[in-house]
């Protein structure tokens, strides 16, 4: 057995001094976490955000902050890595066991050339010149299938795409050939063919170099197309363990099943999505319930005709030249009724929904075409005369930790956009809309007076929705707003944008690369491709009869689980 965690329990001090107090983040009480890593194999942590599958496969390193303490037992063929002092462990590092995080952009240096970065380890760990280095690191970046690999050497981070940098974090893995690589969510803010292609790279790379995987992710259904075996964990402890095929077919534990369970698919679209308190206590009539008719003659919202926007791009010393984003998009969208806009990273999605909403600075390139809302073309109104569309236009992004003001209380982030539009009488009237909305997007008051970092990413997204709902607005515009949530409390957050569609008749225009997200919420999809339309229809349609290649590979893309994989 290549590695071997038995009994693992990590606390986290809180504190210091007489009064310290102790966090428990991998095991309860007596009972710890175990499983092992066979050679060749792959093993897969799932489980939502705090359920401990990070903190556990970087005990394995001691890559934790100092007030972490372990115990239980960490063998690594045959070595107790709990007792391995310092300089033990940073000879481990790289060499024999290599992770590949969430974040390219947080794990590479950006002062640093990619070069740089991958040459660094060879020569510590492997005693290559300088020269020997960067020929292996030009051959790592094409075999992680970079392109001009020669050429890629001499470029920064932010240079490359985050499918890029991704593959140049891998190629960083396998520099010095470790028996065992950690992969901690890998793919989870990369679009599904992307995450496809680094998931193949990743199942081909192990079996060319007879390495052994510990794959961390969120999604059953993309470690069921990637492991031998999985590991549930919840709250610091395992839930279940075993083969994939068993755990798919046959799931014994109520949360494995909720998991599998709360994920929306691309073969069904019911009214609401289950959640995991739902699934465990046995609530199934919420995912029952049929999906409420949309009105096909209700009044229309946005009219955008022929959209179009260009960026402009630093050519020579002094000139410039015209790169055209979006190339003549047109869609039409009813109160009430949800468009969504699907397309891999640079497709010019975002772009889209950001030219409508008046977000790129004129200066930085032209748009044209027409964007009619309200009988006024939103493109053609001057700054002054765009800010009380602002109020009835609102935009929630992906991240909810950069859009959320840090030096805000809730209170503040809600109130505040009330009293530049002037909506309530006094700052107490404030206050208590801000409440309310609060409570409809299932907060409670409490949370009025705590700032962003004391909440978990899906109460921020919440706080983002409340934000937008204070202004009263008639469109939303969705930039993946829920592409970066555990598939839980992305459940949680579909659900409740539905309830406010219904309740209130927003129109909301879904950008996302989850297609299965897309099947769930939109009414009509616009396909987009170097920022053309590529094809636009009904949900079902596109789903059911696709009629372009790039569309069918989008669906192709989506994981679909162990049974899709070995069918």
Same mark, same amino acid.
């Given at each position: 057995? *290549?590695?071997?965690?038995? =009994?693992?329990?990590?606390? &986290?001090?809180? !504190?210091?001094g007489p009064n310290v107090a102790y966090a428990e983040a991998?095991?309860? !009480? %007596? #009972?710890?976490?175990?499983f092992e890593v066979p050679e060749n194999g792959t093993v897969a942590l799932v489980g939502e955000s705090g359920s401990g599958k990070s903190v556990t496969a970087m005990s394995i390193l001691n890559l934790l902050p100092e007030n972490a303490e372990r115990q239980g037992t960490i063998r690594f063929q045959g070595r107790d890595l709990l007792a391995a002092s310092l300089a033990e462990l940073q000879a481990l590092r790289g060499k024999d066991i290599a992770c590949v995080f969430q974040d390219p952009m947080t794990s590479l240096n950006p002062v640093f050339t990619i070069g740089h970065q991958l040459c660094e380890p060879m020569q510590r760990h492997l005693g290559l010149t300088r020269r020997q280095a960067m020929e292996k690191a030009e051959a790592l970046l094409a075999e992680v299938g970079l392109p001009e690999p020669k050429r890629r050497l001499a470029a920064h981070p932010h240079e490359l795409s985050g499918g890029q940098q991704q593959r140049v974090m891998i190629a960083m893995a396998l520099a010095c050939e470790p028996r065992l690589l950690i992969a901690d969510e890998p793919t989870t803010a990369l679009d599904v063919t992307i995450q496809r292609q680094i998931i193949e790279l990743l199942a081909r790379l192990k079996d060319k170099h007879r390495m052994s995987m510990l794959f961390i992710s969120h999604d059953l259904g993309l470690v069921g197309e990637i492991a031998d075996r999985v590991v549930v964990m919840r709250q610091g402890t395992v839930r279940e363990q075993g083969a994939v095929a068993d755990i798919f077919a046959r799931p014994q534990d109520a949360y494995t099943k909720a998991l599998l369970a709360c994920r929306p698919t691309l073969d069904q679209r019911g009214a609401r999505l289950m959640v995991i308190d739902d699934h465990i206590a046995g609530n199934g009539a919420a995912a029952e319930r049929v999906a409420k008719a949309k009105d096909p003659e209700a009044p229309v919202v946005l009219q955008a005709s022929d959209v179009t926007k260009s960026f402009w791009i630093r050519s020579g010393v002094f000139g410039r030249r015209e790169f055209q984003a979006v190339r003549g998009a047109s869609f039409t969208l009813r109160r009430g009724h949800t468009l969504g806009i699907v397309g891999e990273s640079g497709s010019g999605k975002t772009t889209l929904g950001l030219t409508l909403l008046r977000l790129h600075e004129p200066a930085g390139g032209p748009a044209g075409g027409k964007a009619v809302f309200d009988g006024r073309d939103l493109l053609a109104l001057s700054r002054e005369q765009m800010l009380p569309m602002r109020r009835r236009i609102q935009v929630v992004f992906q991240n909810p930790y950069a859009s959320l003001n840090p030096r805000f209380t809730v209170a503040q982030t809600l109130t505040e956009p009330m009293a530049i539009h002037g909506i309530a009488a006094s700052d107490a009237e404030r206050t208590q809309r801000a409440r309310a909305l609060l409570a409809k997007v299932g907060l409670d008051? +409490?949370?009025?007076?705590?700032?962003?970092? @004391? &909440?978990? +990413? +899906?109460?921020?997204?919440?706080? #983002?929705?409340?934000?937008c709902l204070t202004l @009263?607005? $008639?469109? *939303?515009?969705? %930039? @993946? #707003?829920? /592409? #970066? *949530? %555990?598939? /839980?409390?992305?459940?949680?957050?579909?659900?409740?944008?539905? =309830?406010?569609? %219904? $309740?209130? !008749? *927003?129109?909301?225009i879904f950008i996302s690369h989850d297609l299965a997200v897309v099947r769930f919420m939109a009414d009509e999809v616009l396909v987009m491709k170097d920022g053309q339309v590529v094809e636009q229809a009904g949900v079902e349609q596109i789903l059911a009869a696709p009629r372009e290649e790039y569309t069918k590979r989008l669906l192709g893309a989506v994981p679909r689980g162990y049974v899709a994989a070995t069918a």
């Amino acid at each position: 057995m *290549l590695l071997s965690i038995q =009994d693992l329990r990590v606390r &986290f001090r809180m !504190g210091r001094g007489p009064n310290v107090a102790y966090a428990e983040a991998v095991g309860r !009480g %007596d #009972a710890g976490v175990s499983f092992e890593v066979p050679e060749n194999g792959t093993v897969a942590l799932v489980g939502e955000s705090g359920s401990g599958k990070s903190v556990t496969a970087m005990s394995i390193l001691n890559l934790l902050p100092e007030n972490a303490e372990r115990q239980g037992t960490i063998r690594f063929q045959g070595r107790d890595l709990l007792a391995a002092s310092l300089a033990e462990l940073q000879a481990l590092r790289g060499k024999d066991i290599a992770c590949v995080f969430q974040d390219p952009m947080t794990s590479l240096n950006p002062v640093f050339t990619i070069g740089h970065q991958l040459c660094e380890p060879m020569q510590r760990h492997l005693g290559l010149t300088r020269r020997q280095a960067m020929e292996k690191a030009e051959a790592l970046l094409a075999e992680v299938g970079l392109p001009e690999p020669k050429r890629r050497l001499a470029a920064h981070p932010h240079e490359l795409s985050g499918g890029q940098q991704q593959r140049v974090m891998i190629a960083m893995a396998l520099a010095c050939e470790p028996r065992l690589l950690i992969a901690d969510e890998p793919t989870t803010a990369l679009d599904v063919t992307i995450q496809r292609q680094i998931i193949e790279l990743l199942a081909r790379l192990k079996d060319k170099h007879r390495m052994s995987m510990l794959f961390i992710s969120h999604d059953l259904g993309l470690v069921g197309e990637i492991a031998d075996r999985v590991v549930v964990m919840r709250q610091g402890t395992v839930r279940e363990q075993g083969a994939v095929a068993d755990i798919f077919a046959r799931p014994q534990d109520a949360y494995t099943k909720a998991l599998l369970a709360c994920r929306p698919t691309l073969d069904q679209r019911g009214a609401r999505l289950m959640v995991i308190d739902d699934h465990i206590a046995g609530n199934g009539a919420a995912a029952e319930r049929v999906a409420k008719a949309k009105d096909p003659e209700a009044p229309v919202v946005l009219q955008a005709s022929d959209v179009t926007k260009s960026f402009w791009i630093r050519s020579g010393v002094f000139g410039r030249r015209e790169f055209q984003a979006v190339r003549g998009a047109s869609f039409t969208l009813r109160r009430g009724h949800t468009l969504g806009i699907v397309g891999e990273s640079g497709s010019g999605k975002t772009t889209l929904g950001l030219t409508l909403l008046r977000l790129h600075e004129p200066a930085g390139g032209p748009a044209g075409g027409k964007a009619v809302f309200d009988g006024r073309d939103l493109l053609a109104l001057s700054r002054e005369q765009m800010l009380p569309m602002r109020r009835r236009i609102q935009v929630v992004f992906q991240n909810p930790y950069a859009s959320l003001n840090p030096r805000f209380t809730v209170a503040q982030t809600l109130t505040e956009p009330m009293a530049i539009h002037g909506i309530a009488a006094s700052d107490a009237e404030r206050t208590q809309r801000a409440r309310a909305l609060l409570a409809k997007v299932g907060l409670d008051e +409490g949370a009025l007076n705590k700032y962003p970092h @004391e &909440f978990s +990413g +899906g109460q921020r997204q919440r706080i #983002a929705i409340a934000r937008c709902l204070t202004l @009263e607005p $008639e469109v *939303l515009v969705l %930039d @993946e #707003a829920v /592409s #970066a *949530l %555990d598939v /839980s409390v992305q459940a949680q957050v579909l659900n409740l944008l539905k =309830d406010l569609q %219904d $309740e209130l !008749g *927003l129109a909301y225009i879904f950008i996302s690369h989850d297609l299965a997200v897309v099947r769930f919420m939109a009414d009509e999809v616009l396909v987009m491709k170097d920022g053309q339309v590529v094809e636009q229809a009904g949900v079902e349609q596109i789903l059911a009869a696709p009629r372009e290649e790039y569309t069918k590979r989008l669906l192709g893309a989506v994981p679909r689980g162990y049974v899709a994989a070995t069918a």
